[in-house]
């Protein structure tokens, strides 16, 4: 791709990240991912792990919470697929802290709703719901829930997604707070026929109510690659960038998943990217 093409990127996605009005809990990274609104496949389930550190974030504890820096989370998601408008997805929560070894951090409950292929939408559209815990020393919010509504589209070889998230705190530092708004997008280019490259973006902008200070929003952007290792594989690898004090400021993530047939019958083409 051209300078011209990835500059073109960058600005579609700030744009769309910018403009859409609104404005959550700090962008959590145990899971890193922009969503697509495509769900899986009836009587598939997906395994997918996601690891990720960061090489610049938080030395020191804050609140009471582990810092960010050279720990690694790793988080196990399995998703089952029951109608084609209706899956449901588990996590299981962990980190390797340097000095404290491995933790359980939590777990979270997603189901998700799709509207049907056969409506003819011009564009693709999903809502996802989670709610979960995790332990006090990793977030001061224990119990959280978001509302994560999906928009996509692909035109050719060309792919966007919009994730404009709401979240809150149920039990924690962060209920006088409300619904907060955690932007996500993503613009992807099939550069080879089993490879597409692109930028995420990651958001924290605050309540809804009354956008924080720039200073304490969170905004991190990773250029990504998705790479298709076979029918029932994806992949997702990238490093992030932190662009306020208030964001880790590198990262690196890796996503593998895998689908399972349970009884036979399941398609295996890939999931949109």
């Not at 697929?81 to 491995?102: R, V």
């Amino acid at each position: 791709m051209s300078l011209m093409q990835w500059a073109s990127i960058g600005a579609v996605l700030l744009g769309v990240c910018w403009w859409w009005p609104g404005g959550v809990l700090a962008q959590g990274n145990f899971e890193i991912q922009v969503y697509g609104a495509e769900t899986v496949t009836p009587g598939q389930t997906m395994f997918e792990l996601h690891t990720n550190t960061a090489i610049k974030g938080t030395t020191e504890k804050e609140d009471g919470v582990f810092p960010t820096q050279h720990a690694w989370h790793e988080t196990i998601e399995i998703t089952h697929g029951f109608t084609p408008w209706f899956e449901t997805g588990f996590y299981i929560f962990t980190s390797i802290q340097p000095d404290a070894g491995w933790k359980w951090v939590g777990d979270h409950l997603r189901p998700r709703l799709r509207a049907p292929e056969s409506w003819h939408w011009p564009v693709g559209l999903s809502l996802s719901t989670e709610i979960g815990y995790q332990q006090r020393s990793f977030s001061t919010d224990t119990w959280t829930l978001e509302i994560r509504p999906i928009l996509d589209k692909q035109w050719g070889p060309w792919y966007i997604a919009f994730n404009p998230v709401f979240d809150r705190s149920l039990k924690g530092e962060g209920t006088r707070r409300g619904f907060e708004f955690s932007p996500n997008a993503k613009v992807s280019y099939a550069v080879a026929p089993k490879i597409n490259a692109g930028l995420e973006y990651y958001g924290g902008i605050g309540p809804v109510t009354a956008f924080d200070p720039l200073r304490k929003q969170q905004h991190l952007l990773f250029p990504v690659l998705d790479l298709d290792l076979g029918p029932r594989w994806e992949c997702n690898v990238g490093v992030g960038l932190g662009l306020t004090a208030a964001t880790d400021r590198l990262l690196v993530k890796l996503i593998v998943g895998y689908r399972f047939d349970w009884g036979g019958g399941g398609r295996t083409e890939p999931r949109t990217p």
